[in-house]
Structures are given as structure tokens and as C-alpha cells.
């Protein structure tokens, strides 16, 4: 394992470079969160409370997710495909290294990167800006273990989808369906309790609302009990073992075609 | 100079070889329009999720949102059809592959976007194009001869505005080395024209109207088939904004390829 | 009159002195510190219909903006640039069409489409008549068997192969004059000779004149009877190849790594060289790194293997290569005055 920490922070270093690139993310995160605000606003001329949540809540919601997107947006597919198209995954097979690890702690150092350059910078404007404020609780400390499960299934989707590479010419079309699927039903873009009841009860099962709807639960509701948190952390770690595995398995059938096509 | 008939048919030689050897890759393309397929419904998803709970959007109703989102989805279109390749400068200016395109007798952004054509583009207009008849229908909107012209008049200007703001953004590549951002936040933006303006207001209003109009590219036209007698005058620009805004990015792109050149040895 | 006309010419760039960290990038966006680079300098020559011009220099010497000038790209700073009679930049697309160019490696053909339909394409763009298109083809085909990689992707091609299909794409519209970058650079030997008798090939056909800028003397040798040396924006010779030719075809450099080297070996081998060759023996010695000496021969005054022989007996040398001489080592030359 200790061998894999340079890797994240090799990444960590590269992002630095990129100065200039964070500055128009935040600017776009800027304006994205100014929509939103003004998008709820707009809904919340009806009452005070819908679904159950107030303005402060669904925007708080809304602004988080916005920033989790950024935080767990690793671009782990398009990597992995390039690699895989330009032969340059062989490199790996023939090194003493796993690549799912490797990957994985490569965006673990993007995702540091990306928590300090835009993640940080997006909750504080939150918290002045728009004025919207973090109650206590106890879902404030198991935030952050929800938020690095988040990242493994989040992590293990993608370098799914990287890993079709193997079969197809380019990814884009399953990168995006992957994306909009995740956006849209996750509670990154729109709260899940918004959506019709049946609908709820299915997604909440689903791997996707892991990734977004729990951890931000954890902290625009922190003051509930363990006996909210436990059940959501447990189907997050459930989904966060079963992909990790499924992944490797796929892996180990996928790198088969370029053993036997010989890349 | 060439007349606009040679370019034409030019266009349609160079795209037809295209399109004949991308066909190679036909699980890739049909991989590709399904993801095009969920990703233009994305926002519409969110709009049907809010106006469950809520009855109206700022005062416009579902279907009424389903028609702008058509518009939105078909005035997008050309942009991603014809001007995909916008992307790749970036890519062609840090290999120093982008010297190539001045060699021609051609102009050189039809030489420079002619040499991708975007098909997946393609399920994008023809879903645009599906639900604007859907949701017209469903509103009983009265089509007649001189309303169809200026549908496709202010499509065509609509398209336009799309096509500066982003081909705009990806000239900043010719200035800075990491100009990714730069074309992402015009992306980003892009998914914002199908909102109500009426909800901003405040510099967002001001910025969406004047300064990066996304307003234009759906909200504001699409008001002039929904509700004629309420749109304000600023509207009435709508047809002929794009025309406009396209000369302007027309001179930044050949600012850029002229101040390209300048930096090499 | 003369195709290519130049006089004085000169073009400057305006360099941003750029600072370091986040507020120097910030600094730099609304900075107007800027220095003044002169890539040409005054440059004067004239190219007339039908010359091959080995157009030369080490890297950043001022060839590649004159080019872009010459193709209509860049605007001169000062001075005056005609093709044909015309500033190429006040109409680049009208210049185009007079002009074939290829550029080191970088192909100019699409690369997902078969060749035959670049070159289709190609006969569209600089609107070639059908019966004129035919017979070139016939002619490319003769040449370099063109056909049998008609059907093929451009991206599937070898290098070689591309800058073939490059090369004589450059030349289906008959334009008056094409410049070729680096026609050869990272092909092997016998593609190299290809691509230099095809070039030979088509300009003796069609008298098209020919601009070669290249690293690689071996085709200035082979191609041109003329040659312009440029440095530091400054043309330092423009002249018959002959006389460069004596320079660096004659030349080699012998590179010994000597046991136990030091200052002092470096100046016996210099004691030892003169006295057994005596004075006039067109040899020189320089140390170039920490283990490496070179030892320059001209040939015709000294044969190599003699010197060869004469070091390996009195030294204990652990290695030896044998390098034709560098184009920085030709400019060098010039530098020192070997043309007179």
C-alpha cells in the first residue's frame, strides 16, 4: 500500500500547475450556484417548505452536490480509454503493480486537489454569499467516511466504463450516459425527496444516490440519529465493495481481448 | 474568392467521405447517440422532477417548458453538428498541428470545422425536433405559413449564438496554453438558456442578456410562439442577434489565427 | 523576372517577459513588459522559376518565419516580399493556390480518409480539371506507385509512405513554387533516397521551384545547387553548394573516448597530432564533454584512417564513432570565415 502514496501525490502536484484552470472552475462553479439559487428561489415563491425541505435545505443540498461533482470528478474513464487505445496500458501489465490500485490512488490525489482548489473555496462562498449555514450533529464526523465511500463507488463506476475500452473505439457515449444518469439520479442536480414517492424507494436502493444523496445528507441534516446514518453508511460500503470487486473481475475478463489481440 | 455554392458543395464532397469512412465505427456511433440521447434530456428530467412539486416554473408551465427545451435542443444542434472539431484547437495548437490549415485556398474556419462532422449531433435535432411538434400540439399552438418562417428564421439566429459563444470560448486557445476551462464554463453555460429568464435577475439577468446572451438561444425566442402578446421589445431582436454575435466571434477566431502565428519561431 | 523576391526583410516579435508564480501570472495578464526578438533581420535574396534552394540553419536561426512569410502566414515587420510578383500576405488564399506545402511530419491529408479521396478532395479545393488531374495521378503513380495505397486510410501509412502521398499532393495543382520542411526527417536510408529522386523527379518534370529547409545534409547535397545559410536572422552565405559541399563533405569528426583523460591528454594528442602531421594538416581538436573529444578531419588534406591509426597506437582509446559533420558545426564554419 505505502508504495501507492507518491502516486497521489504526484497527481496532487500536476494539478497545482493548472492554476489558471481552477480559477475558471471556481468562476464557473460561481455561476452554476448563482443559477441554482435563483432556480429555487423561483420554486420556493409556492411555500416555505416542499417535500419536506426549506429553501436554506435544498439549496444547501443543491450547492453541495455541485461541489461533491467537482470533488469526485476524476475523469478516470477518459484515462483509462486513452490508455487502453494508445497502448500504453501494457506498460502497467508488464510493472509489478495493480492497476486498479494505482488508479485509484492517482485520483485520490486529484481528489485532494480538487477538495482544496474548488470544494473548499465553493462551501465557504456558500456560507457568506448566500448566507446558508451547517447545523451540528453527529453526521458532521461521519461525513467524511461517507465521502471517501462516495469516492470508491463513484472511482470504481467510472474505471468501469474506462475498462470498455477494451471493446469499443472511443467512450464517449457510455461516459455520458454514465454521467447523466449519475447527475440525475443521485441528488446531484435535484434532491432525491423531490422525486415521486415510488421513485424515491427504487433509487434509494440504487448505487448512484451513495454517491451524492448520503454524504450530503450528512451534513445539511447532521443532527439525526445513528439509526438514519448506520443503514445509509451500510448500503454505501455495500456498493462500495460490490463494485470495487465487479470491477476487478470485469478487469481480469477485459485485459483477456488485449492479451489476445496483442494490443 | 470562392461563391458560397463552391463552399457548399465542398462541404458536402469533404462530409460525405467523412461520414462514409466514420461508419467504420458503426457500434461506436451508436453508443455515442444513445449517450447524446440521455444527455440532452438531462435538464428536461430536472424540469419534469421540479414541476412535480411545484405547478409552475416563474409562470411557465411544463409544456410550455418542453417547447423551449425543443428549441433549445434543435438551436444547439448545428453547433454540435458542424462545429464539434471547435474542441480540438486546443489539442492542434499545443502539437503544433494547427500551422496546416493556412496552407489552403480556402477560408480557414470552414477549412478547420470541415474536417469534423459531428453525427450523434444528429439525435439531438431529430429528439429537438420531435418534441417541439409534441409540445405545440399539446399547447394547440396555431401554426401558420409566416409563423413556420419565423420559427426557422429565429432557429437560425438562435444556432448562431450558440455557435459564437462557444467557437469564441475555444479561440482562447490561441492566447492560453490551458484554455480547457475556459470552453467548459461556455458549455456549462450553454445548459442554462432553456431557463425561464424571467427567474434571474441582478447581474445574472444582465449577463445572460447582454453579456453572454444564452438567453437568446431559447428563452427569449421561444416567447414569441408562447406567449406573443406579453414578449418585450428586446425580443423582437431575437431573429437577427445572431448574426451579429457570429461577426464578432468571426473576428476574434481570425485575431486569433493571425496572433497564432506571431508566437512561432 | 525572379519568382520569389526578397529585400530587407525583417520581422520582429513582441516577447512577454513573463513572471513567475500565481501573481505573476496574474501580473502578466495586463502586463506590457514586453522585449523585442528580431527572427529576421534584414534578409535579401532572389529565387528564380525553377531552383531547388537549400534553405538552412540550426533551430531558431530565422528559417521557419521566413517561410511563414513566404506562404502568406506571417506579416513582415519591414521590407519587402513578393511571390510571384505579389505580397503573399495581403491575399493568403489567392497565394495559396499557388503554393505546395509540407511541413516536417505533420501530414496534410485526412487522416481517416482513403488517400485517393484526399487527393479528390485536393483536385476540388484547387479546382483541377479532371483531364489534368488524371495525368498527374498517372504521373505520381509511375513515380512512387501511388495506386496501391489508394484504398488505404492515411493513418494506417508508414511515415514514409505519408510523406510520399504529402509530397506529391503538394504538387497535383502545379503550383509555381513548394516548400518542403523536413521532407526526410526519422525515414530510414533507402525511403530517404526515394523521397529525394521523387523531389528531383518533379521538379525536372514540371520546373516547379522548390524551397528545402532540412537539418539533414544529405539532402541539400543530393538536391540542391544552391544554398542560403541562415543564423540569427542573418543570411551567412547564399550561394553555389560546391562550396559549402567542400566544407561539409569532406569533413569528419572523429570521436574518441580516451582511458584516463584529462587536460593533459587533450594537449599531448594536440602535440602528438601536429608533429607527426605537420602543420597544414586541416585537423582539429576540441574537447566536447566530460569524455568525448572530437577531432575534426578534413579528408582532403588528411585521410581519416590514418589519423585513426595514429591515435589508437599512441593512446589507449576505449571507444571511437565516426559522425558526418553537424549542420551547427557547417554554420560554425561559415562563421570562422571557410568561405572566404
Redesign the interface.
Known sequence: MRSYIPIARGTFMVGMVYRFGFLFTILGNIVYLGVAYYLWRSIYRYSDTINGLTFNETFLYVGLGSAIFILLKTYADWYLHYEIREGIIAIYLTKPIDLQLYMLFANLGSLLMNLMAITLPTAIMLGFVFRVSIPFGIGLFLFPFSLLLAFLISFSIDYFVGLMGFYSESVWGLSMTKEIIISVFSGALIPIQFFPEAMQKILLWLPFQAIFHTPIMMLTRPNQGMDIFLPMLAVQLSWALVLYFAARLFYNQAVKVLRVAGG | ?RSLAEYL??YV??ET??IK??MQ?R??F???????F??S??TL??FW??L????T??GWTLMEMVFIYAFYMIAISPMQILFDHAWQIRFHIQQ??F??Y??????MMFYYMS?MFDL?GLTQLIVGIALLIYASAQLSLDWTLSRLALLLLTLFSAALVQISIVVAASCAAFW?I?S???L??AW??RE?SP??MS???G??RIAFTYVIPIGFVAFYPSQLFLRPDEVASLVYFSPVIGIGLFALTYWIWNQGVNSY????? | MSLIHIQNLCKHFQILNRHEGLSGAFRDLFSADYRTVEAVAGISFDIEPGEIVGYIGPNGAGKSTTIKMMTGILKPTDGIIEVNGRAPYDNRIRQAQIMGVVFGQRSQLWWDLPVIESFKILKEIYKVDQATFERHMGMFDDLVGLSALYSQQVRTLSLGQRMLCDITASFLHNPQVVFLDEPTIGLDISIKAKIRSVIKELNRERNTTIILTTHDLGDVEALCRRIIIIDKGHILYDGDIKKVNALFGAYRTLKLQIDDFSEATLQSLKEKLGRHFGTDHGITVAEVEEFWTDVTIDQARTPLSEVLNFVMSNFKVDDVRIVEISMENVVRKVYDGALG
Open positions: 474568392m458543395r465542398l464532397i469533404i467521405q467523412y469512412a466514420r465505427y457500434a461506436d451508436i453508443i455515442s447517440s444513445i449517450g447524446m440521455f444527455s434530456l438531462a428530467g430536472i422532477v421540479i412535480n412539486s411545484v405547478p416554473l416563474a503544433g498541428t500551422l496546416k493556412y496552407f489552403r485556398p480556402l477560408n474536417e450523434k492560453v490551458d480547457y476551462p475556459v467548459g464554463l456549462k453555460l442554462f431557463y425561464p427567474i434571474f435577475d447581474a445574472f502565428t506571431g508566437t512561432g519561431s
